[in-house]
C-alpha cells in the first residue's frame, strides 16, 4: 500500500474517532458520573473479554498497556480501526423497549522507531452519554412530567512509547489529550392549567491531559511455554473545565419569568487506575489471559444539585473493581489451510458501579465474547487480519431498568512491511 495513501487512511480514520464518540449510547445511566465507561479494547482483544494487560504481540496495538509497543519489529506499520453496533433491550416494571445504535469506535497505529523502541498514536473512547426518558409523578389532584435527556462524551487522543530496556523487560508511557462534553436537561411541567415549567440545563466542556504507564515482564516457562506479566498505572487528577447549572422558569406562553445560572470551577477529576494481568502462550497457538483492574472513585467530588445550591459534594463515586479473562486460539499458526490460521477468541468480564444513584450502588456489568480474527490475503499483503467479535453485556441493580446488549465490533488490522529494503536484479 502506499505510504501516503496509509497515512491519509491514519488521520482521516483518527479524525472519523474523535468525531464519533459522543452519543454513541441510549442508556438511562449514562445520565450519571462521566457516562458510560469504555473499555478501551481493540478488535483483537475484544473477543477475549478486553484482556490486555499481559499481553505481547508485534501484530497488535495494545494500548491498555503501553510497553507492549516495544514488541514490533523494524519492518512493520500497523493500522487498527473499527466500528461498533449494539441492539439493547431495556426492562422496568413490567415493560420493555428496544433501541440500537452505532459508531467509528477507535482507530489505533503503532511502529518501531529504534532497536527496542516503538510507538503508537490513535484515538479512543473514553465514556458515553446518550439518553432520552420521562418520569410522571401523581399526587391526588394533579401531576408533573420530568424529562430528562442528554448527550456527549469523553475522549482521549494519545501518543505513546514502549521501550524493552533489558532482556525481558519493558516500560511505556501513553501520554493523553483528554477532552468532551455534555448537555442535559431536565424540564419538568406541571398539568396544573396556566403552570410555569422549570427547565433545569447542565453543561460542562473539558479539556486536559491523561498519563497512563506501563510495564511487562516475558520469560519462556517451559520448553512451549510463554508467561507474560504485566501492570499498568493512570495518574488521576483535576480537569481543567467548569459544571454549568441553569434554571429557567418560563410561563405558559413561553415567557421567562425567573432565570439563574450557577457555575462550579474545575468540577471533574479523573481516578487513580491500576491494572493487572497474565497471559501464557503455548505452542505459540493457545494464549489464555487474565486481568484485574481497580478504579480509584471513592475521593472524587462531583457536582450536584440538591435544590438549594449546586456544588461538588462527595459520596457520590465509588471504587470500581473489573475482573476479566479470555482465550486465543489458533490452530496452525503455519499452516496452509484457511481454518488452521484463524483465531478463535472468547472471554467474559464483570464490572462493579462507580457511582451511586440516591443511596443504591449502580448497576453491576456483566459482559460474554466471543470473536475470530480471520486472515487477509491479497497480492500485496498476508499479514493483516479482520476482527469480528459479539459481545452480550448485562447491566442490572436492584429496583432500577434492567438492560441487556448484544454488540457487534468489526475491526481490521492492516500490517504493513514499510521499511523493508527491495533489491532489484
Same mark, same amino acid.
Request: net charge positive.
Given at each position: %500500500? @502506499?505510504?501516503?495513501?496509509?497515512? $491519509?487512511?491514519?488521520?482521516? %480514520?483518527?479524525?472519523?474517532?474523535?468525531?464519533?464518540?459522543?452519543?454513541?449510547?441510549?442508556?438511562?445511566?449514562?445520565?450519571?458520573?462521566?457516562?458510560?465507561?469504555?473499555?478501551?479494547?481493540?478488535?483483537?482483544?475484544?473477543? %477475549?473479554?478486553?484482556?490486555?494487560?499481559?499481553?505481547?504481540?508485534?501484530?497488535?496495538?495494545?494500548?491498555?498497556?503501553?510497553?507492549?509497543?516495544?514488541?514490533? &519489529?523494524?519492518?512493520?506499520?500497523? *493500522?487498527?480501526?473499527?466500528?461498533?453496533?449494539? %441492539?439493547?433491550?431495556?426492562?422496568?416494571?413490567?415493560?420493555? *423497549?428496544?433501541?440500537?445504535?452505532?459508531?467509528?469506535?477507535?482507530?489505533?497505529?503503532?511502529?518501531?522507531?529504534?532497536?527496542?523502541?516503538?510507538?503508537?498514536?490513535?484515538?479512543?473512547?473514553?465514556?458515553?452519554?446518550?439518553? !432520552?426518558?420521562?418520569?410522571?409523578?401523581?399526587?391526588?389532584?394533579?401531576? !408533573?412530567?420530568?424529562?430528562?435527556?442528554?448527550?456527549?462524551?469523553?475522549?482521549?487522543?494519545?501518543?505513546?512509547?514502549?521501550?524493552?530496556?533489558?532482556?525481558?523487560?519493558?516500560?511505556?508511557?501513553?501520554?493523553?489529550?483528554?477532552?468532551?462534553?455534555?448537555?442535559?436537561?431536565?424540564?419538568?411541567?406541571?398539568? =396544573?392549567? @396556566?403552570?410555569?415549567?422549570?427547565?433545569?440545563?447542565?453543561?460542562?466542556?473539558? $479539556?486536559?491531559?491523561?498519563?497512563?504507564?506501563?510495564?511487562? #515482564?516475558?520469560?519462556?516457562?517451559?520448553?512451549?511455554?510463554?508467561?507474560?506479566?504485566?501492570?499498568?498505572?493512570?495518574?488521576?487528577?483535576?480537569? /481543567?473545565?467548569?459544571?454549568?447549572?441553569?434554571?429557567? @422558569?418560563?410561563?405558559?406562553?413561553?415567557?421567562?419569568?425567573?432565570? $439563574? /445560572?450557577?457555575?462550579?470551577? &474545575?468540577?471533574?477529576?479523573?481516578?487513580?487506575?491500576?491494572?493487572?494481568?497474565?497471559?501464557?502462550?503455548?505452542?505459540?497457538?493457545?494464549?489464555?489471559?487474565?486481568?484485574?483492574?481497580?478504579?480509584?472513585?471513592?475521593?472524587?467530588?462531583?457536582?450536584?444539585?440538591?435544590?438549594?445550591?449546586?456544588?461538588?459534594?462527595?459520596?457520590?463515586?465509588?471504587?470500581?473493581?473489573?475482573?476479566?479473562?479470555?482465550? &486465543? #486460539?489458533?490452530?496452525?499458526?503455519?499452516?496452509?489451510?484457511?481454518?488452521?490460521?484463524?483465531?478463535?477468541?472468547?472471554?467474559?468480564?464483570?464490572?462493579?458501579?462507580?457511582?451511586?444513584?440516591? /443511596?443504591? &450502588?449502580?448497576?453491576? =456489568?456483566?459482559?460474554?465474547?466471543?470473536?475470530?480474527?480471520?486472515?487477509?490475503?491479497?497480492?500485496?499483503?498476508?499479514?493483516?487480519?479482520?476482527?469480528? !467479535?459479539?459481545?452480550?453485556?448485562?447491566?442490572?441493580?436492584?429496583?432500577?431498568?434492567?438492560?441487556?446488549?448484544?454488540?457487534?465490533?468489526?475491526?481490521?488490522?492492516?500490517?504493513?512491511? #514499510?521499511?523493508?529494503?527491495?533489491?532489484?536484479?
Amino acid at each position: %500500500m @502506499n505510504k501516503r495513501y496509509f497515512v $491519509s487512511l491514519l488521520t482521516g %480514520m483518527m479524525m472519523m474517532s474523535a468525531n464519533a464518540q459522543v452519543s454513541s449510547t441510549l442508556s438511562p445511566y449514562s445520565q450519571f458520573g462521566l457516562g458510560v465507561l469504555a473499555d478501551q479494547s481493540q478488535g483483537f482483544n475484544r473477543g %477475549m473479554g478486553g484482556v490486555a494487560y499481559g499481553l505481547r504481540s508485534g501484530n497488535n496495538v495494545n494500548m491498555k498497556n503501553p510497553a507492549s509497543y516495544s514488541a514490533v &519489529d523494524s519492518l512493520t506499520m500497523l *493500522l487498527d480501526v473499527g466500528v461498533t453496533g449494539q %441492539m439493547t433491550n431495556y426492562k422496568e416494571g413490567g415493560k420493555s *423497549l428496544n433501541t440500537s445504535t452505532g459508531n467509528f469506535d477507535y482507530a489505533v497505529a503503532s511502529f518501531r522507531v529504534l532497536p527496542h523502541v516503538g510507538v503508537a498514536t490513535g484515538v479512543v473512547p473514553f465514556s458515553n452519554i446518550g439518553y !432520552s426518558y420521562s418520569h410522571i409523578e401523581k399526587n391526588s389532584s394533579t401531576s !408533573s412530567t420530568s424529562t430528562y435527556s442528554g448527550d456527549g462524551g469523553f475522549s482521549q487522543a494519545f501518543i505513546g512509547t514502549g521501550w524493552e530496556f533489558a532482556k525481558c523487560f519493558s516500560i511505556g508511557a501513553n501520554l493523553s489529550y483528554f477532552w468532551g462534553k455534555y448537555s442535559k436537561t431536565i424540564p419538568v411541567v406541571s398539568s =396544573e392549567s @396556566n403552570s410555569s415549567v422549570i427547565t433545569r440545563s447542565y453543561s460542562a466542556s473539558v $479539556s486536559s491531559y491523561k498519563l497512563d504507564f506501563g510495564v511487562q #515482564w516475558q520469560q519462556m516457562v517451559s520448553k512451549n511455554d510463554l508467561l507474560t506479566i504485566g501492570a499498568t498505572a493512570g495518574l488521576g487528577h483535576k480537569l /481543567t473545565g467548569d459544571a454549568d447549572l441553569q434554571i429557567v @422558569n418560563t410561563n405558559s406562553s413561553g415567557s421567562v419569568l425567573s432565570e $439563574s /445560572t450557577t457555575s462550579v470551577p &474545575d468540577a471533574f477529576q479523573l481516578p487513580h487506575i491500576f491494572g493487572a494481568g497474565a497471559s501464557l502462550v503455548h505452542n505459540n497457538s493457545l494464549t489464555i489471559a487474565a486481568d484485574y483492574t481497580f478504579q480509584k472513585w471513592s475521593y472524587i467530588e462531583y457536582p450536584i444539585f440538591d435544590n438549594s445550591k449546586y456544588a461538588l459534594q462527595s459520596g457520590y463515586f465509588m471504587d470500581r473493581h473489573q475482573f476479566a479473562a479470555g482465550v &486465543d #486460539w489458533q490452530p496452525k499458526p503455519q499452516g496452509r489451510k484457511f481454518f488452521q490460521l484463524v483465531h478463535y477468541r472468547m472471554g467474559v468480564s464483570y464490572a462493579t458501579p462507580y457511582y451511586k444513584i440516591g /443511596t443504591q &450502588d449502580g448497576p453491576s =456489568e456483566l459482559a460474554v465474547s466471543a470473536g475470530f480474527g480471520i486472515p487477509v490475503y491479497n497480492q500485496w499483503n498476508n499479514r493483516s487480519v479482520l476482527n469480528i !467479535s459479539a459481545q452480550w453485556v448485562r447491566n442490572a441493580t436492584t429496583g432500577f431498568v434492567k438492560e441487556n446488549t448484544f454488540r457487534i465490533n468489526v475491526g481490521i488490522t492492516f500490517n504493513e512491511r #514499510w521499511f523493508a529494503k527491495w533489491k532489484v536484479d
